[in-house]
């Protein structure tokens, strides 16, 4: 498969999940599949505090979600020894933040992380703030660590993760007030064009029916941008 194909098919289900959170698990699986992880989450830090939660885990039991919320996620060495580089679109090789040494002499390890056999893990940012660090995680065991190639994927998907969660948290948002999803992207005030795999307009809400009969500069031909 060509590295186009492999982009496709993890961005796929990602932008999917803009209206289908359900479907952020299958992106996790897509990226684990794409970098040999054995282990993908969806995790979120209170830098503050310092404790955080599981919102999504993908190829271990969902019974180690409580266990992280509830003793190890504030012990974390990877998000605080890589928080300088938790910003929207970064990421983080914990390889480069934390010697492996280091991290097996860790509660965190020896209690939590051993039972899944992980000693890598990479972060892909999409939300650093007081009141939240959000990353999409994925894991591997020790021995070979993550290649060029797999490094490149996952630093050409980061930025694709933080825009889709940033427009999955706004139409939350929105959805809170508004009866349905749909209502929610026809409601908001930004611009939205749902395109399928052709390019093919599925949605166009009211602000993008007014920017395109203002002559704005993308324009549709038989229901395709031009």
């Known amino acids: ?13 990602l932008y999917a999940a803009v209206l289908e959170p359900e479907r952020l698990s299958e992106f996790s699986a897509a990226l684990c599949t794409a970098t040999r992880s054995q282990v993908g989450a969806v995790m979120a830090h209170d830098p503050g505090r310092g404790g955080g939660r599981l919102d999504l885990l993908v190829g271990a039991d969902p019974v180690h979600m409580a266990a992280y919320e509830r003793e190890y996620a504030a012990e974390n060495p990877w998000m605080h020894s890589g928080q300088h580089l938790m910003v929207p679109g970064g990421m983080m090789d914990s390889d480069a933040v934390l010697p492996r040494s280091r991290l097996k002499r860790t509660r965190y390890y020896n209690e939590y992380l051993r039972e899944f056999q992980v000693e890598q893990s990479l972060a892909l940012c999409a939300r650093a703030d007081a009141q939240d660090v959000v990353v999409a995680t994925l894991c591997r065991s020790g021995g070979i660590a993550y290649d060029d190639a797999e490094l490149a994927l996952v630093r050409r998907v980061t930025p694709h993760w933080a825009n889709a969660w940033a427009i999955l948290s706004r139409l939350g948002w929105l959805e809170r007030r508004m009866q349905t999803l749909e209502a929610a ?24 029916v007014r920017l395109l009969s203002a002559g704005a500069v993308i324009r549709l031909d038989h229901g395709r941008p031009d």
């Open 1 to 13: 498969m060509g590295d186009a194909s492999v982009l496709d098919a993890v961005l796929a289900p």
């Open 185 to 208: 992207v026809d409601a908001s005030p930004l611009a939205m064009m749902m395109l399928d795999g052709r390019a093919y307009a599925l949605r166009i809400n009211a602000a993008a």
